[in-house]
């Protein structure tokens, strides 16, 4: 057995191998890297050109326009509206509610295990 | 000395933790002592992982030379206090004595400015105890003594923070929790000595005869260990938990809480293992319970704010992988065939799944620490462009973030893909909702690094700087490991994870000596 096939990961459909994968992942750097020397020259940094463009107009304070965690995802969100507000119920963050999904997960268990299911 | 090991296990973390309070207004002696112990305790570990893997399970009596002595009477079973340590046992009490001392390492700093040093020191050698006592004991009294220890510990860690109302709160919730399944787990074992006059695990397995009585102590052990191992629908006191808690116990309280996992598997595999019938429905509710909880653990997460509460609903969903690889594996158990093909893997990617996600999850909760360190703030809308200013937090994040979410070659991945083909041949739902979940949590994790770490910086943060040196090695000391363990996943399945698996398989083994006359 080659030192390569000593680290390939064996499951019951496939294998992983992460020297293979590292190496394809430097093949496509380099493909990347290739791609890229051959971009637009005329990018300087550290200059007007890089500032951001809001119709012509200066930019006041970045600060103010970044795009904030509770806005990331809004639409996911929104979308599964319905979702939510069941998830949001079931955490109430009351002490007595964790006992009682205790409870109730014990006896399905025990139903199940008892009852024979 | 080799012999005494499993004692040494517990006895050297003990006489630290009774030792730390002597070191009030010693400066940062709690912290150093603490550092020593951990380390001390983690060179025995490693001793005690060679000894168990070259030699076989190790069996300590406390009180006698051998586990087979008789009392006077000539009453035959095992009823002094004994240690079995088998490779699961060794595994679990590896990863225990690991992060603990990373933890103590991390807290160098980061708890630096707290009072009461020496019982945050003593509080967390506590902790270490009683999970290495849980993970190595043999007796199922012992093993609620230690859970108690463990949950108190715990609590008191949680709320250690007691100027923040959040922390008190959080540390009643998780000592109510822990009361509640600590006292479940002494009736359940109350019902099994009441029949079988024995506490003794090994010995108990010998003798269970599924009937009712035990059918329902089995449920009742299950509930308990779920809700203890943050299982879905009893997770509700993990984020609180999670979140109050300082960062540098949060490696061990993690893996405390896989304790408890571990002692579900324990007792679903070598406690019950001996009754195959039923082993299969319960192997079924295992399986769902891990599916429900990886996607409801995400959703939640995604939707969060607070960065550490966010990261610890990813702790929720994380468990639910471990529980569907070791549910699938014990779902099969009655069909060797089925066994061979995917099972064993199945179990493999989830105990697995275990060490990857306590070494990622700590990185990344400490990453949440160092985020609180400098800017004072857990909510991510008020943070943004710390990555310039915290370098090598950033990458230590984007590594845990990478491993977490299950991209190759990060250690996330190599368990996740072992979790993925197997629960696929049980049935290729639960493979579906295995990989929704690890894009959810990718996604999750974008969230965290645009807004913390990318963006405009934020005029507040001018002046802050990367975290002490302390906690930058213990961060990449984790990043470290996630790549090791993504790169040569084969050594640690072979050299750690498939004994494991195979302890918790081969029941005859565990009871060589358990099945006495």
């Known amino acids: ?54 119709s012509g107009n200066e930019v006041e304070d970045v600060e103010e326009i970044r795009v904030r965690a509770g806005d990331i995802y809004w639409g996911f969100i929104e979308a599964l509206k319905g979702y939510y507000s069941v998830l949001m119920r079931m955490h109430t963050g009351d002490v007595r509610d964790y006992i009682l999904w205790y409870l109730g997960l014990g006896a399905v268990i025990l139903f199940v295990l008892v009852g024979g299911v | 000395m080799i012999e005494h090991l499993p004692a040494l296990m517990i006895a050297v973390p003990l006489f630290g933790a009774f030792i730390a309070p002597l070191l009030k ?10 550092i020593i112990i951990t380390t001390v305790t983690l060179g025995i570990g490693l ?65 630096r400015n707290e009072t009461g040093l020496e019982k945050y020191y003593a509080l967390l050698l506590l902790l270490e105890v009683g999970i290495l006592g849980m993970v190595l004991t043999g007796d199922l009294f012992n093993l609620f003594v230690f859970l108690e220890i463990a949950g108190i510990a715990g609590s008191a ?49 010998t003798q269970i005869s599924f009937n009712t009585v035990d059918m329902i102590a089995l449920g009742i052990l299950f509930a308990s260990f779920a809700m203890k191992c943050g299982s879905v629908p009893t997770h509700h006191w993990v984020p609180d938990a999670y979140t109050e808690v ?60 607070d960065v550490k509460r966010l990261m610890s609903y990813h702790a929720i969903s ?5 529980l569907l690889g070791v549910g699938v594996g014990l779902a099969v158990l009655n069909d060797p065939a089925k066994l061979a093909a995917f099972g064993r893997d199945a179990m493999a990617g989830g105990i697995f799944h ?30 943004g462009g710390l990555a310039r200013k915290m370098p090598y937090t950033t990458i230590a994040f984007i590594v845990g973030a990478a491993a977490i979410s299950g991209i190759p070659p990060f250690n996330g991945f190599a368990s996740k893909f072992l979790i993925y083909e197997t629960s696929y041949q049980l049935s290729p739902i639960f493979a579906v909702f295995a990989m ?3 894009v959810l949590t990718l996604a999750s994790f974008v969230k965290v690094f645009a807004s913390a770490f990318l963006g405009p910086p934020v005029k507040k943060y001018e002046e802050v700087r990367e975290v002490p040196r302390s906690m930058v090695v213990a961060m990449l000391i984790l990043a470290a490991l996630c790549i090791l363990f993504g790169l040569f996943p084969n050594v640690v399945l072979d050299k750690l994870v498939y004994p494991a698996v195979d302890a918790l398989l081969k029941l005859s083994s565990y009871q060589t000596w358990g099945g006495l006359p």
Request: charged content about 10%.
């Open chain 2, 47 to 111: 001793l005690l992982v060679k000894e168990v893997l070259a030699q076989g399970m190790m069996v300590y009596v406390f009180g006698a030379d051998r586990p087979t002595l008789v009392l006077p009477s000539g009453y035959r079973v095992p009823v002094r206090i004994i240690f079995e340590v088998d490779a699961i046992g060794a595994f679990m009490a590896l990863s225990a004595t690991l992060m603990s001392f990373i933890g103590a390492l991390y807290s160098y700093s980061h708890v």
């Open chain 2, 157 to 205: 860690l949680v709320g250690f923070r007691n100027y923040r109302g959040e922390a008190s709160e959080a540390g009643i919730k998780y000592l109510i929790v822990s009361a509640v399944a600590s006292l479940m787990v002494l009736f359940s074992i109350g019902l099994l000595y009441g029949q079988y006059g024995n506490l003794n695990m090994a010995y108990l397995s």
């Open chain 2, 436 to 438: 929704v979940t690890s």
């Open chain 2, 246 to 305: 300082p960062s540098g116990i949060n490696p061990t309280l993690l893996v405390a809480t896989y304790a408890s996992l571990y002692a579900l598997f324990r007792v679903s595999f070598s406690l019950f293992g001996k009754v195959t019938m039923n082993m299969s429905s319960l192997g079924w509710i295992m399986s769902i319970l891990g599916v429900l909880t990886m996607f409801i653990g995400v959703t939640m997460a995604l939707v969060q704010k």
């Open chain 2, 354 to 383: 275990i060490i990857n996600h306590i070494i990622y999850k700590s990185l990344l909760l400490m990453t949440a620490g160092a985020l609180f360190y400098v800017t004072g703030t857990r909510n991510l809308n008020e943070m």
């Open chain 1, 1 to 54: 057995m080659t030192w390569i096939e000593s680290l390939t990961l064996n499951s019951p459909s496939g294998f992983w191998n992460p020297i293979v994968w590292l190496a394809f992942l430097v093949v496509f750097a380099v493909i990347g890297y290739l791609i890229y020397s051959r971009g637009n020259r005329s990018y300087k940094p550290n200059t007007d050109q890089v500032k951001p463009f809001l």
């Open chain 2, 318 to 322: 994380q468990t639910g992988y471990m």
């Open chain 2, 25 to 34: 207004k010693k400066g940062s002696a709690p912290a150093v002592w603490a």
